[in-house]
T-cell receptor, first 113, second 116 residues
């Protein structure tokens, strides 16, 4: 069975500082990994994905994520946090050929002015 | 272009009543997914459609839950004899293609269901 873990329920970062939201995964075969963001009272928005190739993936709103196969991690990062980045972030993953996308439990990111 | 739309946005019902939730996927998206998001929880997979067929119904919590998709487009999720534990936000998503693809899913705004 595949699984995705987000070990931190809450992350607080001062505005302008770098941020990291952690994610680890367990899937069969090559992983497809995704990050989504959810703003209050809105659906999930796609940020970025890793399929193959370069381990550093760049996405929307200045976010990037680093795929680390040996650590089975896919942490979300941003060099300089904005207050508007405050939201709920979900990591998701699936193995090749498995249509079921498994989500982590989410990490609430709060950027402190 | 239009995104995924869901209706109603909010639904309040009494315990024991049946409810129908509707999802309109992005035009041309052949794959459609239903998820449930409870307060403080992650997303729980319910069912997946490829075209009109549902190869994976493993996430449906009980036989009170059913879903269908017609014309490879609109989908309805039906909950019969609703219970208070069914209260949640029901999210629909669609994506290009299905099996073996790596396409991201596009989510609708959700239907907030409250069972009194």
């Amino acid at each position: 069975a595949q699984s995705v873990a987000q070990p931190e329920d809450q992350v607080n970062v001062a505005e302008g500082n770098p941020l990291t939201v952690k994610c680890t995964y367990s899937v069969s075969g090559n992983p497809y990994l995704f990050w989504y963001v959810q703003y209050p009272n809105r659906g999930l928005q796609f940020l970025l994905k890793y399929i193959t190739g370069d381990n550093l993936v760049k996405g929307s709103y200045g976010f990037e994520a680093e795929f680390n196969k040996s650590q089975t991690s896919f942490h979300l990062k941003k060099p300089s946090a904005l207050v508007s980045d405050s939201a709920l972030y979900f990591c998701a993953g699936r193995g090749f050929g498995n249509e079921k996308l498994t989500f982590g439990t989410g990490t609430r990111l709060t950027i402190i002015p | 272009g239009a995104g995924v739309s869901q209706s109603p946005s909010n639904k309040v019902t009494e315990k024991g009543k049946d409810v129908e939730l509707r999802c309109d996927p992005i035009s041309g998206h052949t794959a459609l997914y239903w998820y449930r998001q409870s307060l403080g929880q992650g997303l729980e997979f319910l069912i997946y459609f490829q075209g009109n067929s549902a190869p994976d119904k493993s996430g449906l919590p009980s036989d009170r839950f059913s879903a269908e998709r017609t014309g490879g487009s609109v989908s309805t999720l039906t909950i019969q004899r609703t219970q208070q534990e069914d209260s949640a936000v029901y999210l629909c998503a669609s994506s290009l293609e299905g099996t073996g693809s790596y396409n991201e899913q596009f989510f609708g705004p959700g239907t907030r269901l409250t069972v009194l």
